[in-house]
């Protein structure tokens, strides 16, 4: 069934998707990608790109509302989801932004908007000043710009010393990813941190750290003349909202704060974070040539 048909679990049950027009795995020279791919291959293409202990599955409460006019193209970056984890790989951000363009390489992508969650929003933006030419626009959702505006404390990822956590271990985890009272995380996200090994669990966080510490993501974006949205869930738990105005340090960039919802409006209210989304890929994305 063609997932812009399909249904998903949009609500505390989980967010089981229907099965994607394409899912494969693309063979790269440091490990194997899982992609999905979904909607028209003539549409204009939105990378979508995952969050820290997460994948693509992320994504799939909104992909039904992205498919209809764009070829929608998720991947599990290396260490996460379905990709290959291996002990000796690189989780540095820049490698990971590597491999990501490979994947466009491979797909025959030329131009695509890049739209990323949380610490996902480093690899876009290294994915940006790597390869300008490939990414026409950049649309970070949650993603905080400096290490300044970071809320949650270190000790509640860094602290897990057993693997896999327990339940209890990953609902707390988990839990400042959303601000509604009571929110059951949907399974299928605490299970892409059980299938990560203890060692790409840490790699991957400290990764997106030495990123931010290096140089905050408004300083990168401004030199690159890329367009930008920001969307912000205004009751994030993980990173203080009003920090997303330093996005405005980038000209021009479209900055859109929404009440009531927290660090991952993509599953708290996915047709609510589709409307700036769709508003502005209709804006910068490139239609394919025939």
Request: hydrophobic share 40%; aromatic share 4%; glycine share 8%.
């Amino acid at each position: 069934m063609n997932v812009s048909d399909g249904s998903y679990a949009n609500d505390d049950a989980g967010v089981a998707e229907a099965s994607p027009v394409s899912a494969s795995s693309l063979s790269l020279e440091d490990g194997d990608i899982h992609v999905c791919q979904d909607g028209p291959r003539d549409a204009p293409a939105l990378l979508l790109i995952h969050g820290s202990a997460s994948s693509g599955r992320s994504w799939a409460p909104m992909v039904r509302l992205l498919s209809g006019s764009h070829h929608v193209i998720r991947i599990d970056l290396l260490g996460h989801g379905r990709s290959a984890k291996p002990a000796d790989g690189s989780y540095a951000i820049p490698d990971q932004a590597r491999r990501a363009a490979a994947v466009l390489d491979r797909l025959g992508i030329e131009h695509a908007v890049v739209v990323a969650h949380s610490s996902g929003g480093t690899v876009a933006t290294a994915l940006a000043e790597q390869r300008s030419e490939l990414v026409t626009a950049l649309a970070l959702v949650n993603t905080g710009p400096s290490l300044a505006a970071y809320l949650a404390p270190d000790s509640a990822a860094t602290g897990i010393l057993q693997w896999p956590p327990t339940d209890e271990q990953l609902r707390e985890l988990a839990s400042t990813g959303f601000s509604r009272p009571g929110y059951q995380v949907p399974e299928e996200l605490l299970d892409d941190v059980r299938s990560m090994t203890h060692h790409t669990f840490l790699a991957t966080m400290q990764a997106t750290r030495s990123y931010l510490e290096q140089r905050p993501l408004p300083d990168r974006l401004a030199v690159l003349g890329k367009p930008l949205l920001v969307i912000f869930g205004a009751d994030d738990r993980r990173w203080r909202s009003s920090a997303a105005g330093e996005y405005r340090a980038v000209a021009g960039a479209e900055v859109e704060l929404l009440p009531g919802l927290g660090h991952s409006p993509l599953l708290e209210d996915p047709p609510r974070t589709a409307v700036p989304l769709l508003a502005y890929t209709a804006k910068h994305a490139v239609p394919v040539e025939r």
